[in-house]
Each structure stands twice: as C-alpha cells, then as structure tokens.
C-alpha cells in the first residue's frame, strides 16, 4: 500500500504538537523527525503570516540611509524603458512611495522606509544595521571544481553601495563576461540579447527577490568555466515540480521583485523558471538542476554548460552504430549518450535529461532495445539498460570463491554478449582468487579484483589494526550518536570511501545505522548527486553493494562534476 503525504504549504507552517509551536515543532529529514530550534520557527510563522516579507517598515531609518546615485541610475533606467512613465516626474520622495520603498500603514499610522527600500536603494552602514547577518558574494573561479579559488570576488567592503540594485549591476556585467554564445539574428539586425543571457538575467533577480534576509547564509552567486551557480537563504514556497512548471508565484519580497520588473527585469506570473530552462535547452545543455537544502535552508540553482551531445561522445557512436545513429531522433541518440558516459541508465535517470513523457520514453527504450541500439538487465522497476558489447560487473565474479563464478546474468538474456566476450569468462575465472583459492587480499586486508578500480573493504574482521582504527575514528561520532545532520553524515560516509569501496554492510557497521535505511536515506542520494560510485550500478540493491568516493579528477574527466558547488 502506497499513501503519498503531500508536504505541508507555507501557510500551513509550522505542524508542531501540544498546542505550542515554539519547543515542539518538527522537521522531516532523510533520517527521521528533527525538532526545529525557535530561530526556525520565527521564521516559518513570519512566512506564514506575511505574504510579502519586504514590505516591513524600519523604524529610525530615513531618506539619508538611501543612496543617492543608485536611485539616479534607476530613474535612468526607467527612463530608457519606460520613456514615458509618470513616475519620472515625482521628485525623489514620491518616487520612492511609488516604488513602494517608502510606505505610510494606514492601520498604525506609522510611515517610513520599508526593508525592500533600504535593500534596493540603501548604503552600506543602514543595510549593516538593519540586516547584520545580510551578505551578497560573487566568485568567479578558475577550474571545474568545488575548490574554494577564485580570480574575481565582489563582496561588501566598503568599496561600494552593497544594496541590491548595485549588485545586480556588477554581477549580471561579469556573468555575461565572455559568454561563449552566438549572436542571433531577427529582421536582418544582429540580437546580442540571447535566450542564454535571458536566462542568467532571470536567475540572478530570482535569487535577489526570493532570498530570505533574515537568515544567516549569504547569498552566494559563482562562475565557472563550466557552469553559473546561484544560492540564496530561504526555501522555496512553491514545490519544485510547480516552480519548473511554472504559471503561479509566490515572490517572497514582492516589492523588490515588482522594482526589478519596471525596469524590465525579471518575470510575471511565475514564468521566469521556464524561461531559464527554455534557454539552457537552445544551446542544448544539460537541463538546469533546481533544488533546495536544509540546515541552513536554501536554494540552488545550478545552470551547466555541458553539452548534451559532446562531439567525441558522438565520433564513438558513429563508429558503433554507423549511418544508423544520423537516422535517430533526438531523444534517440541523447539516450545512447548517456548511455555510453554513464554507462548504465534507467527510465528515472533518463526522465531527468529528457523532454519525454515518461511513457513515450518506455516505449522509446523498447523500440532500441528491440532494434540493437541497447540492452538490457532485470524487470519493471529495477530494469537497467547499456550499450551492446558493454562489460557488467556483478557481485558474484569479485566475491567468487572459485565454484560460480561468470557472466550469468549476460549470458542467459544476451547470447551474443557471452559468446563475443568467451575470452573474459574463461580468462579470468581466477580474478581476485589466489593459488591456494583464498580471496587475494593486500596487506590492509582489502579485497583486491582487477574488475575493480579500486580494493573492497568487505569485512572488518580482517582489516589491519591501524586501518580499521582509522575507519572506527572517521565514523565515531555517527556510531555514538542516533541522529545527525545529513550534511555532516555525508561528509563522514565520503571520507569512509574514500579511494577504496566500502560494502554496505560494512559502512552500516561502523556507522552503528541499519543497512537499508542507510542506502535509502544517504547512498542513493550521493550516488545520484555523481558523489559516490557503485561497484556494481547493474544491481543497486544487492547485499555486496560497494560504494566508493569520486573525485574531483573524475568527475571533470566524466563531464560530471559535482552538483555543490558551494
């Protein structure tokens, strides 16, 4: 029995007990229900409550906090996009009650400079004093990794405004930088405004006018050579699924996204997103990963400048399949792609890069597979598909003890395969067994197969001392305590594979956690975020799953580098 529990909106938080949220309000993470401290809960009420949470009026702050030469080059730029707006007529003080900077509350009396006023238009002192946990970042660095380097920084220090609308400016300038994007042409005029600076445009207002200033992340925005990251404080108000598909809004500071749109940035009616995605696709590139975190709670979004279809991925192709490959669709040949990088896929995985329905993709899968193009192992849900010719590693040819040792689950459904590959099965029927059919074993007691890449800690018991000593250190903290962070539990699981694989039972043992929980709640995940490997991605489940960290060497070589770019 299936019972889907939709998550709770935003004005149905906090779901606490006992009457009283404050001390008995709870969280649902990957390991279990976390109580929320009362910072959080503040919060959750105050996005309850407040539909527009820049609308707030900061008492002892005045016309002086606002500076003067940002609010000159917005009404410049007003002017350009609007030339004949009415507002551009109203001196300084009314234009800001226009913009909404500026509010008088009808119901208390009270009139003053609203938060969304000092943020768009503030100098750096009043923003200090109103925001002290507020901080924007910009990082532009030299490499594909997750390496905390950089050539260009712009942060607050004093140089500058620090407000919103300044930042917006020098950053969306050093985005654009060097933007290896081809012109376009429409009505014979050349169009240097491309759907992929569109879409730059977009994100970095959505992280502006959706960020949450009253918690205690910054909002961090980084250029790579591969990709454009941005992350901003506050979750999302909208599930995921509705914000990609767009249609509805529900803007977190809706005064500063309204200033944004005057001047022609930004998007109604909860299109921005699609527009974002709809520009990532004109080049091709793999779709824009969209996701939140927890603790501190925030949103990436992460725009990836890799192509779909590398060139060298489509020579190797070509050469497998011949003239038969320019005869397939789009989709067609993005599946096999995928399928030769990665190099086992299933429908779920191939769901997230392609625009298929996920029924036309069945049956797309299908028709491949019937025509030669892919195969195929296990049934329904737990169906994998390769290329042809395609060497699966399974479980039993590493842990053979010499007896069952093959290609069985090939050579049953794939005739073909067990007959072009009879070399591997009768070669190397001795892999990982020593002459006296004992395991081969290195001198730390891990399992050595020349199927693998790297040795298997498989048992504890025959480990080393001083190695067992150092995995025992690594994972004490989770091994004492029954609940963690999930960003600290996974920071310990990567360091325990760290260039060896770990047996799940193993990696369970040490970290004192059940075995399936543990691969629901932590190895899936990092397996699918391309921060863990399987030793064996044929058989996910199997009870000698091994799992082994990967590199920032790797992942750059794969295409693939890692999604936290933070």
């Known amino acids: 029995m299936l019972v889907r529990i939709p998550a709770a909106t935003r004005k149905q938080k906090p779901v606490y007990l006992n009457g009283q949220p404050l001390g008995n309000t709870y969280r649902r993470l990957h390991d279990g229900d976390r109580i929320c401290d009362n910072e959080t809960v503040k919060r959750m009420l105050a996005e309850q409550i407040e539909d527009e949470r820049d609308a707030r009026i900061l008492r002892g702050f005045g016309i002086n ?26 001196g300084d003080y009314d234009f800001l009650r226009s913009l909404r900077a500026w509010r008088h509350d009808r119901q208390s009396g009270e009139e003053g400079l609203t938060l969304a006023g000092l943020l768009m238009f503030g100098t750096w002192p009043a923003i200090q004093e109103a925001l002290p946990h507020y901080f924007l970042d910009y990082q532009e660095r030299p490499e594909a990794k997750t390496e905390l380097r950089w050539i260009d920084r712009l942060v607050p220090d004093g140089t500058w405004t620090g ?59 980084v250029k790579r050579p591969d990709m454009f990251g941005f992350r901003n404080p506050g979750g999302l108000r909208l599930p995921i699924e509705q914000v990609i598909r767009g249609g509805e809004s529900d803007c977190r500071n809706r005064i500063l996204h309204q200033m944004f749109l005057l001047i022609g940035l930004g998007e109604r009616g909860g299109s921005g997103i699609p527009k974002i995605y709809k520009g990532w696709k ?43 490959f320019d005869l397939l669709s789009h989709s067609e040949r993005l599946i096999l792609a995928t399928a030769l990088i990665e190099p086992i896929v299933n ?52 842990f053979s003890d010499g007896h069952s040792f093959g290609y069985n689950e090939l050579s049953s459904g794939h005739s073909e395969l067990s007959s072009g590959h009879s070399e591997l099965s009768s070669g190397h029927n001795d892999i990982g067994i020593g002459d006296n059919g004992e395991l081969n074993r290195d001198s730390l007691g891990c399992l050595l197969s020349d199927l693998l890449d790297a040795p298997i800690v498989d048992d504890l018991e025959v480990l080393s001392p001083s190695l ?14 029954s609940r963690m962070e999930c960003g600290a539990m996974e920071a310990i699981i990567l360091k325990i594979c760290q260039d060896r694989y770990i047996t799940l039972n193993v990696l369970a043992k040490l970290v004192n956690r059940n075995p399936d929980a ?25 009870e000698k799953q091994s799992y082994r960290s990967i590199s920032d060497s790797e992942l750059e070589s794969q295409n693939c580098q890692s999604s936290n770019y933070i």
């Open 65 to 90: 906090d606002i500076d003067s030469e940002s609010l000159r080059i917005y009404r410049q730029m007003l002017r350009d996009e609007k030339p004949g707006h009415p507002y551009l007529e109203q």
């Open 282 to 324: 004109s080049q091709h590139w793999r779709p824009p990963a969209l996701y939140e975190k927890d603790e501190p709670e925030q949103t990436i979004l992460e725009l990836r400048m890799l192509d779909l279809l590398p060139d060298q991925v489509v020579t190797e192709l070509r050469e497998r399949f011949g003239e038969r």
């Open 518 to 542: 543990l691969r629901k709640n932590y190895m899936d995940g990092l397996v699918k975020s391309h921060r863990l490997r399987r030793a064996f991605p044929s058989t996910p489940t199997h």
């Open 468 to 481: 067992r000593f150092d995995l025992e250190q690594i994972a004490e903290t989770p091994r004492k305590k």
């Open 347 to 398: 429908h779920s995985r191939l769901i997230e890069i392609s625009d298929l329905h996920p029924h036309d993709l069945s049956r797309c899968l299908a028709r491949m597979e019937r025509d030669g193009y892919l195969q195929s192992i296990g049934q329904s849900r737990g169906k994998v598909y390769h290329l042809p010719g395609v060497m699966l590693i399974s479980p039993e040819q590493v």
């Open 163 to 221: 407000n919103l609308f300044e930042f917006y400016r020098r950053v969306y300038r050093k985005l654009i930088a060097d933007l290896k994007v081809p012109f376009a042409l429409k009505d014979g005029r050349r169009q240097d405004d491309t759907p992929v600076h569109v879409a730059l445009r977009e994100a970095l207002v959505n992280t502006l006018v959706h960020a949450d200033f009253t918690g205690r992340l910054s909002i961090l925005i």
